[in-house]
């Protein structure tokens, strides 16, 4: 059965000190989430190279990096769904990755796109996908799955009929690497989410939900409005048919990543108001 849980990259302006980590994680699980999913770069020391791009995002990690995440988790009495890290960390140093998962209780470590790559040439995304499975089979020795999550620089063209991300499941072996969707990061690339979904089959083993719409009320100044992150079920995805098929697989968990266009520009009161709506759907 699926569990709901919080991406960790929402909370960085509420994680300023281990009291409020703790008071946002507990809020985090009263409001019906039942888990977590960590990033490396949150639960260690960050340079300040992340920091200051994280922050230019408008999703800022702070400077939670030295807390004892591990306790504050259990005290809160949730459980860690994955920890996402980045493909080079995992290839240099798998026993770290290995050994911080373990640390937290997760089977799950993910890869979360790669940065200053060109995701419409064939052959770099053909070599990426050596490494997944390089990677993967690593992990798989220790217990460990690692699965790929998407953003939208994956629906680039690498050829006429196919995208980067389609290259990425053909080319890498389901023994050892399988896939976290994110639905929104397609819906913003113009591309369908459900045929995605259908296509990964059993290998999407999390999915990451988000919603898309607008917040601005009254007249527009021109016929075109900006979509950006909304709460969900007041966007314009079609959610329940997307968790309908998620469910169906199943996935083991259904994780919220919304960005900065918050509801009252609080990250707390926008997971609150999600939450509402996995508890009519996830039970």
Request: proline residues 4%.
């Amino acid at each position: 059965m699926a569990i709901t849980a919080v991406q960790q990259i929402m909370l960085g302006t509420v994680t300023k000190n281990e009291k409020q980590a703790g008071e946002t994680l507990a809020a985090i699980r009263d409001a019906g989430y039942r888990g977590i999913e960590l990033n490396g770069f949150m639960i260690r020391p960050t340079s300040f190279l992340v920091r200051a791009m994280t922050k230019m995002a408008g999703m800022p990690v702070g400077k939670g990096g030295g807390f004892d995440w591990k306790a504050l988790v259990k005290e809160a009495g949730l459980s860690v769904v994955s920890v996402h890290e980045d493909l080079g960390s995992i290839l240099r140093e798998p026993g770290r990755v290995i050994g911080e998962a373990e640390a937290f209780g997760t089977d799950k470590v993910v890869v979360t796109g790669m940065y200053r790559f060109d995701y419409s040439d064939r052959d770099a995304v053909s070599g990426l996908a050596e490494d997944l499975n390089r990677a993967g089979k690593t992990l798989k020795k220790s217990g460990i799955h690692l699965l790929y999550h998407n953003h939208n620089c994956e629906f680039r063209k690498v050829e006429r009929n196919k995208t980067a991300y389609e290259l990425i499941v053909e080319e890498t072996d389901p023994g050892y690497v399988n896939f976290e969707l994110d639905s929104y990061w397609p819906a913003e690339a113009g591309v369908p989410a459900l045929p995605l979904m259908k296509l990964l089959g059993k290998r999407m083993r999390l999915y990451h939900i988000n919603d898309r719409g607008t917040r601005i009320a009254g007249p527009s100044m021109t016929p075109i409005l900006k979509s950006d992150s909304m709460e969900l079920g007041y966007g314009n995805m079609n959610l329940a048919e997307l968790l309908e098929q998620a469910l169906s697989v199943p996935v083991d968990a259904v994780i919220l990543e919304s960005h900065k266009n918050w509801v009252e520009k609080s990250p707390v009161k926008s997971l609150q108001v999600s939450a509402e709506f996995l508890n009519r759907y996830v039970v």
